[in-house]
């Protein structure tokens, strides 16, 4: 059984469904939880009564008087070897219903993942659209050979690498844009793109998101009537830095 190191515990479907049992029986229950928890074959535990006892921690007495309160009130679930539940010397075997249940859909969502990943499963008309681990791990070493390829072209030309707040600036850009105006910004790559890194070698990410706020709260003309382009926004830089230097 996979590790797993912990379990789900419904506060009160415990408080109803043991509200008939003795204090001894909870406690002998919440053991026999844990244990089932830990079992090979998970919400499931065997043994006799001498040898649940010992693994609850109570005497066969009390083991015996558990058994025969959880039946009653249909808590778990018994099966034993001959007629007589609390024969000292039969095997029991007590299951949580919710448990198995539990453990049987973890099963099958791991078998129908496994199908999947092996493109073995067809009868729904499913196509397979995970990679093999072969042609993955073949795409995974092309894909950082060219990253490699591109960053020694990169040093070769002298161009420096991304800021690391470049896409985060054009992300917000256009989310604010589309705020604003309700209609995507068109974004142009090379010259946007650009713009963007001139400005964040001038200015901090977080100063930059300040003139961003500023070039919609302005009160310049000229500003306020021109369409918000990043090309507009570079041309008035100077004039919303000091805006926001004097709102601050």
Not at 129 to 157: A, M
Not at 178 to 188: L, M, R
Not at 198 to 217: G, N, T
């Amino acid at each position: 059984m996979g590790k797993m190191p912990a379990f789900q515990f419904y506060p009160g479907d415990w408080i109803q469904d043991t509200r008939m049992l003795t204090a001894a029986t909870r406690g002998i229950w919440i053991d026999m939880l844990c244990a089932m928890w830990r079992s090979e074959v998970r919400g499931t535990i065997s043994g006799t009564v001498e040898e649940l006892s010992r693994l609850c921690a109570c005497s066969q007495q009390e083991m015996m008087v558990a058994i025969k309160e959880l039946g009653l009130h249909n808590i778990a679930d018994f099966v034993t070897c001959n007629a007589n539940v609390t024969d000292c010397n039969s095997i029991v075997t007590v299951s949580n219903r919710r448990m198995v249940r539990d453990e049987k859909e973890r099963a099958a969502t791991r078998k129908r993942v496994k199908r999947f990943r092996n493109g073995q499963c067809t009868d729904d008309g499913n196509a397979n659209v995970t990679p093999s681990s072969s042609s993955s791990s073949s795409s995974s070493s092309s894909k950082i050979i060219k990253d490699t390829l591109s960053t020694r072209k990169t040093r070769r030309r002298g161009v420096s690498p991304k800021h690391p707040d470049h896409q985060k600036f054009i992300d917000h850009w256009c989310q604010q844009f589309e705020a604003e105006h309700d209609v995507k910004y068109s974004f142009t790559g090379g010259k946007d793109g650009n713009l963007v890194k001139a400005l964040l070698k001038d200015y901090s990410y977080e100063f930059l998101i300040k003139m961003v706020e500023r070039l919609y709260a302005t009160s310049d003309k000229f500003i306020r009537e021109a369409t918000p382009t990043l090309g507009l926004f570079y041309s008035q830089r100077n004039k919303l830095a000091k805006e926001v230097k004097s709102w601050e």
